[in-house]
């Protein structure tokens, strides 16, 4: 990972895409809402959302808000635009499915996300599962300069800086990590085709510090908590250890609380070679929950419409 400089004045257009994720159907089943993390693409949940399709619950991926535009739209961005992309595709699934219970789940400040959407909703979320959630960054893999991003938060060099991802990009499969570093070694910073399928190489500062605002929220939101919560992390996480996970899980004010960790697999479990246990492992928690909160849904009213 290198840190690059890039200025330029140049105003960039927003972009007309299609790109909006995916949704697998399963008439009258649970719904599953997966989250991809920051910089990154439904691709990252893609696998466990196919998973658990095949165990009988709908599955939606929603693309968070700008993921899809030029990196110098995207790193204007708000941490509250990314949830309103997670809190929209809530309300659209619960306004036509209110007698099926709705869960949410997340790989890296996507599993943050889904725990500002359990705070929001406790009637209607019937239970969170954050993979490699990340509250700050202890990981192998971390850059001893990283301690010093505060320094630009409060500036306007944020929209400046960016990080270059580098080698293993949170992934330990050797082939899976060889099609990505084809493409982020010679990936320029306003590429955007293949950033639709990887990722974006480069990632804003000012999104870095968009996410330190986003944890110091859910870090306050934690007690309040009450849904079942489970947490999957990697013991070789190279970007954050499960000191992370330990913490939700110590602080969240849930009843039903499990941390299970997996030992094959970087940060992006939800791809790694820990994949298919991860999956099973979502499954059996939503399982344990679905066919008590589809009963209780019924005596629930639904939040069709966003407050002012």
Not at 190 to 206: C, F, M
Not at 228 to 241: G, N
Request: glycine residues 6%; positive net charge.
């Amino acid at each position: 990972m290198s840190v690059k400089f890039h200025f330029e004045f140049k105003k960039v257009a927003r972009l007309k895409t299609q790109e909006n994720g995916f949704y697998l159907k399963n008439e009258h089943a649970p719904h599953v809402i997966l989250i991809h993390g920051l910089t990154g693409t439904p691709n990252e949940i893609a696998f466990v959302s196919g998973f658990l399709n095949k165990k009988g619950y709908a599955t939606y991926s929603p693309r968070l808000a700008n993921h899809d535009q030029p990196v110098e739209i995207l790193k204007r961005s708000k941490w509250q635009d990314f949830y309103g992309s997670v809190r929209e595709a809530f309300l659209k699934i619960e306004s036509t499915h209110t007698d099926q219970p709705i869960f949410v789940a997340g790989v890296c400040i996507g599993g943050l996300l889904s725990l500002c959407l359990a705070a929001e909703f406790p009637e209607r979320i019937a239970g969170v599962s954050c993979l490699a959630p990340t509250l700050f960054y202890d990981g192998w893999n971390v850059p001893w300069y990283r301690c010093f991003l505060p320094l630009a938060y409060y500036t306007p060099l944020k929209y400046f800086f960016y990080f270059k991802e580098g080698p293993p990009y949170g992934i330990k499969n050797e082939a899976l990590r060889k099609r990505v570093d084809a493409y982020y070694q010679n990936a320029d910073i306003h590429d955007l085709k293949e950033a639709l399928q990887y990722g974006y190489p480069y990632i804003p500062v000012s999104l870095l510090y968009q996410q330190q605002l986003l944890i110091k929220h859910v870090i306050r939101q934690l007690p309040s908590i009450r849904v079942p919560v489970q947490l999957i992390h990697s013991e070789e996480d190279d970007a954050a250890t499960v000191k992370n996970s330990e913490l939700i899980r110590n602080r969240v004010g849930s009843k039903i609380k499990e941390l299970i960790t997996v030992k094959n697999s970087y940060h992006l479990i939800s791809i790694d070679n820990d994949k298919i246990f991860v999956g099973q492992k979502m499954a059996e928690f939503f399982d344990r929950f679905s066919k008590q909160t589809c009963n209780d849904s019924k005596n629930i009213s639904s939040h069709s419409v966003l407050p002012s």
